[in-house]
């Protein structure tokens, strides 16, 4: 387990300008969006989630003491890569997608 956080957090240690670094130890303060992101621009997208997910994330987040934003990041990003690579199947049935015409 104790491998597992310290493989996070190298994960996450990623030099940024903005990084979780400059978070830590700071009273949380509203703090605007980095302009550039190491492969490219952040982009705001909202998705609808649980509040145990959010409880959950803010959780992981506080223990590693790392940013939610790059947390989220590095495990969207890790878990992409394991369904795209086959390592892992998602445990959903496909659905048709319904979208508004424009």
């Known amino acids: ?7 996070l957090s190298e994960k996450l240690a990623s030099p940024a300008p903005q990084g979780w670094r400059d978070q830590v130890g700071r009273p949380a303060e509203p703090t605007p ?9 952040y982009i705001r997208k909202t998705y609808l989630i649980t509040p145990d997910l959010i409880d959950r994330i803010k959780g992981l987040a506080d223990r590693e003491r790392v940013g939610q934003n ?33």
């Open 1 to 7: 387990m104790a491998q597992r956080k310290k493989a």
């Open 33 to 41: 969006e980095p302009d550039a992101a190491p492969g490219g621009h």
């Open 70 to 102: 790059e947390l989220v990041r590095y495990l969207l990003a890790f878990a992409l890569e394991q369904v795209e690579s086959g390592r892992h199947t998602l445990p959903a049935q496909p659905v048709q997608q319904r979208t508004l015409g424009v």
